[in-house]
Protein backbone atom coordinates (compact mmCIF):
# COMPACT_ATOMS: atom_id res chain seq x y z
CA UNK A 1 0.00 0.00 0.00
CA UNK A 2 1.11 3.52 -0.65
CA UNK A 3 2.37 5.82 2.68
CA UNK A 4 3.06 9.09 2.08
CA UNK A 5 5.89 10.69 4.91
CA UNK A 6 6.70 14.57 5.45
CA UNK A 7 9.20 16.15 7.81
CA UNK A 8 9.90 17.90 10.11
CA UNK A 9 6.56 17.29 11.69
CA UNK A 10 7.05 20.74 13.08
CA UNK A 11 9.23 23.30 12.26
CA UNK A 12 10.00 26.86 14.45
CA UNK A 13 12.12 29.50 12.38
CA UNK A 14 13.00 33.09 12.23
CA UNK A 15 11.88 35.34 9.54
CA UNK A 16 14.74 35.67 6.98
CA UNK A 17 16.04 31.89 7.58
CA UNK A 18 15.87 29.41 4.85
CA UNK A 19 13.46 26.59 4.86
CA UNK A 20 13.40 23.20 3.51
CA UNK A 21 10.33 20.50 3.80
CA UNK A 22 10.57 17.12 2.40
CA UNK A 23 7.62 14.83 1.25
CA UNK A 24 8.17 11.44 0.37
CA UNK A 25 5.84 8.68 -0.95
CA UNK A 26 6.53 4.96 -0.62
CA UNK A 27 4.40 1.89 -2.66
CA UNK A 28 3.88 3.43 -6.15
CA UNK A 29 5.57 4.70 -9.24
CA UNK A 30 5.74 8.10 -10.97
CA UNK A 31 2.66 9.39 -8.98
CA UNK A 32 1.68 13.34 -9.41
CA UNK A 33 2.67 15.50 -6.38
CA UNK A 34 1.26 18.78 -4.94
CA UNK A 35 2.48 20.96 -2.14
CA UNK A 36 -0.57 23.18 -0.49
CA UNK A 37 -0.17 25.47 2.60
CA UNK A 38 -3.32 26.23 5.27
CA UNK A 39 -3.41 29.21 6.94
CA UNK A 40 -5.07 29.21 10.24
CA UNK A 41 -8.29 28.98 9.72
CA UNK A 42 -8.30 29.04 5.99
CA UNK A 43 -8.58 26.18 2.88
CA UNK A 44 -5.67 24.81 1.01
CA UNK A 45 -4.02 26.89 -1.53
CA UNK A 46 -1.74 24.91 -4.02
CA UNK A 47 1.36 26.19 -4.22
CA UNK A 48 2.94 23.86 -7.03
CA UNK A 49 2.45 20.30 -8.60
CA UNK A 50 4.64 18.04 -10.27
CA UNK A 51 3.80 15.55 -12.89
CA UNK A 52 7.35 14.04 -13.07
CA UNK A 53 11.37 14.28 -11.99
CA UNK A 54 12.28 18.18 -12.33
CA UNK A 55 8.67 18.90 -13.57
CA UNK A 56 7.23 21.77 -11.21
CA UNK A 57 4.43 24.20 -11.91
CA UNK A 58 3.69 27.13 -9.63
CA UNK A 59 0.45 28.57 -8.49
CA UNK A 60 1.33 31.19 -6.73
CA UNK A 61 4.45 33.79 -7.18
CA UNK A 62 5.95 34.03 -3.73
CA UNK A 63 9.42 33.08 -1.95
CA UNK A 64 8.92 29.70 -2.12
CA UNK A 65 10.53 27.04 -4.46
CA UNK A 66 9.94 23.42 -5.22
CA UNK A 67 11.83 20.84 -6.97
CA UNK A 68 11.61 17.31 -7.38
CA UNK A 69 15.05 15.34 -7.82
CA UNK A 70 13.73 11.38 -7.45
CA UNK A 71 10.47 10.49 -8.58
CA UNK A 72 8.87 10.32 -5.02
CA UNK A 73 10.70 12.82 -3.06
CA UNK A 74 9.30 16.34 -3.50
CA UNK A 75 11.09 19.27 -1.28
CA UNK A 76 9.61 22.93 -0.73
CA UNK A 77 12.41 25.25 -0.22
CA UNK A 78 12.85 28.59 0.62
CA UNK A 79 16.12 31.63 1.05
CA UNK A 80 14.37 33.78 3.34
CA UNK A 81 11.22 33.43 5.10
CA UNK A 82 8.54 35.91 5.83
CA UNK A 83 6.05 36.00 8.78
CA UNK A 84 3.28 35.30 6.15
CA UNK A 85 5.18 31.36 5.49
CA UNK A 86 3.39 30.52 8.63
CA UNK A 87 1.42 27.87 8.01
CA UNK A 88 0.23 24.30 7.94
CA UNK A 89 2.40 22.34 5.03
CA UNK A 90 0.29 19.28 3.37
CA UNK A 91 2.40 17.34 0.32
CA UNK A 92 -0.05 15.34 -1.35
CA UNK A 93 0.16 12.66 -4.04
CA UNK A 94 -2.19 10.98 -7.13
CA UNK A 95 -2.04 8.54 -10.00
CA UNK A 96 -2.48 10.30 -12.81
CA UNK A 97 -4.99 12.90 -13.50
CA UNK A 98 -7.32 14.40 -10.44
CA UNK A 99 -9.99 14.45 -12.89
CA UNK A 100 -10.20 10.83 -12.70
CA UNK A 101 -8.24 9.96 -9.16
CA UNK A 102 -8.22 10.68 -5.84
CA UNK A 103 -5.48 12.43 -4.21
CA UNK A 104 -4.21 11.71 -0.45
CA UNK A 105 -2.30 13.92 2.19
CA UNK A 106 0.45 13.34 4.04
CA UNK A 107 0.64 14.35 7.78
CA UNK A 108 1.93 17.63 6.96
CA UNK A 109 4.32 20.22 8.36
CA UNK A 110 3.29 22.88 10.97
CA UNK A 111 5.92 25.98 10.08
CA UNK A 112 5.69 28.96 12.30
CA UNK A 113 7.81 32.15 11.50
CA UNK A 114 8.89 33.88 14.57
CA UNK B 1 -17.87 34.50 -6.40
CA UNK B 2 -15.75 31.64 -4.73
CA UNK B 3 -15.30 28.34 -6.88
CA UNK B 4 -15.85 26.47 -4.18
CA UNK B 5 -18.72 27.93 -1.25
CA UNK B 6 -19.54 26.15 1.82
CA UNK B 7 -20.91 27.36 4.88
CA UNK B 8 -18.27 27.29 7.58
CA UNK B 9 -20.83 26.51 10.47
CA UNK B 10 -20.29 25.82 13.07
CA UNK B 11 -22.76 23.28 12.27
CA UNK B 12 -23.91 21.74 15.52
CA UNK B 13 -26.35 18.01 15.22
CA UNK B 14 -27.14 15.95 17.63
CA UNK B 15 -25.67 12.48 17.91
CA UNK B 16 -27.54 9.81 16.30
CA UNK B 17 -29.07 12.45 13.74
CA UNK B 18 -28.37 13.08 10.18
CA UNK B 19 -26.00 15.72 9.27
CA UNK B 20 -26.37 17.43 5.87
CA UNK B 21 -23.02 19.24 4.68
CA UNK B 22 -23.65 21.01 1.10
CA UNK B 23 -21.28 22.79 -1.38
CA UNK B 24 -21.38 24.22 -4.09
CA UNK B 25 -19.01 25.15 -7.19
CA UNK B 26 -19.04 28.03 -10.18
CA UNK B 27 -16.84 25.69 -12.73
CA UNK B 28 -19.32 23.81 -14.78
CA UNK B 29 -16.61 21.56 -16.56
CA UNK B 30 -15.77 19.95 -12.89
CA UNK B 31 -15.62 16.30 -13.49
CA UNK B 32 -14.46 14.92 -10.10
CA UNK B 33 -15.77 15.88 -6.62
CA UNK B 34 -14.88 14.95 -3.07
CA UNK B 35 -15.42 15.06 0.32
CA UNK B 36 -12.20 15.00 3.02
CA UNK B 37 -12.67 15.31 6.84
CA UNK B 38 -9.66 17.00 9.20
CA UNK B 39 -9.65 16.85 12.64
CA UNK B 40 -8.20 19.75 14.69
CA UNK B 41 -4.40 19.64 14.15
CA UNK B 42 -4.26 16.49 11.49
CA UNK B 43 -4.10 16.77 7.48
CA UNK B 44 -7.00 16.00 5.66
CA UNK B 45 -8.73 12.71 5.29
CA UNK B 46 -10.42 11.27 1.89
CA UNK B 47 -14.09 9.68 2.90
CA UNK B 48 -15.92 10.24 -0.20
CA UNK B 49 -15.34 10.57 -3.66
CA UNK B 50 -18.34 11.23 -6.80
CA UNK B 51 -17.64 11.04 -9.99
CA UNK B 52 -21.67 10.68 -11.97
CA UNK B 53 -24.83 13.01 -10.89
CA UNK B 54 -26.77 10.97 -8.24
CA UNK B 55 -26.17 9.45 -4.54
CA UNK B 56 -22.96 7.18 -3.92
CA UNK B 57 -23.26 5.51 -0.25
CA UNK B 58 -20.19 4.00 1.69
CA UNK B 59 -21.98 2.75 5.17
CA UNK B 60 -22.85 5.72 7.05
CA UNK B 61 -21.57 8.25 4.36
CA UNK B 62 -23.74 9.44 1.30
CA UNK B 63 -22.41 11.82 -0.87
CA UNK B 64 -25.01 13.38 -3.28
CA UNK B 65 -24.21 15.63 -6.78
CA UNK B 66 -25.88 17.32 -8.87
CA UNK B 67 -23.91 18.94 -11.90
CA UNK B 68 -26.96 20.99 -13.66
CA UNK B 69 -27.50 22.88 -9.77
CA UNK B 70 -23.10 22.71 -9.58
CA UNK B 71 -24.14 21.32 -6.45
CA UNK B 72 -22.25 18.75 -4.13
CA UNK B 73 -23.64 17.11 -0.51
CA UNK B 74 -22.35 14.93 2.13
CA UNK B 75 -24.62 13.44 4.25
CA UNK B 76 -24.33 11.48 7.50
CA UNK B 77 -26.12 9.20 9.13
CA UNK B 78 -26.52 7.93 12.91
CA UNK B 79 -23.77 10.84 13.59
CA UNK B 80 -20.64 10.21 16.19
CA UNK B 81 -19.21 12.16 18.03
CA UNK B 82 -15.56 11.07 16.43
CA UNK B 83 -17.86 12.97 13.85
CA UNK B 84 -16.88 16.49 14.85
CA UNK B 85 -14.18 17.62 12.48
CA UNK B 86 -14.49 19.86 9.56
CA UNK B 87 -15.27 18.90 6.31
CA UNK B 88 -13.42 20.10 3.12
CA UNK B 89 -15.42 20.04 -0.20
CA UNK B 90 -12.79 19.45 -3.15
CA UNK B 91 -13.81 19.75 -7.39
CA UNK B 92 -11.25 19.08 -9.84
CA UNK B 93 -10.73 21.72 -12.53
CA UNK B 94 -8.29 21.34 -15.24
CA UNK B 95 -5.71 19.34 -13.67
CA UNK B 96 -5.75 20.76 -9.77
CA UNK B 97 -8.41 20.39 -7.44
CA UNK B 98 -9.99 23.49 -5.69
CA UNK B 99 -11.06 23.24 -1.72
CA UNK B 100 -13.64 25.17 -0.60
CA UNK B 101 -12.78 26.52 3.08
CA UNK B 102 -14.59 23.93 4.73
CA UNK B 103 -17.24 23.22 7.28
CA UNK B 104 -17.24 22.46 11.00
CA UNK B 105 -18.87 19.95 12.09
CA UNK B 106 -20.02 19.86 16.06
CA UNK B 107 -21.82 16.50 17.33
CA UNK B 108 -23.73 17.07 20.57
CA UNK B 109 -24.35 14.01 22.88
Known amino acids: SQTIHQWPATLVQPVGSPLSLECTVE??????LYWYRQAAGRGLQLLFY??????ISSEVPQNLSASRPQDRQFILSSKKLLLSDSGFYLC?????????????FGPGTRLTVL | QKEVEQNSGPLSVPEGAIASLNCTYS??????FFWYRQYSGKSPELIMS????GDKEDGRFTAQLNKASQYVSLLIRDSQPSDSATYLC?????????FGSGTRLSIRP
Open chain 1, 50 to 55: SVGIGQ
Open chain 1, 92 to 104: AWCLGDVSYNEQF
Open chain 2, 27 to 32: DRVSQS
Open chain 1, 27 to 32: GTSNPN
Open chain 2, 90 to 98: AVTRLTKII
Open chain 2, 50 to 53: IYSN
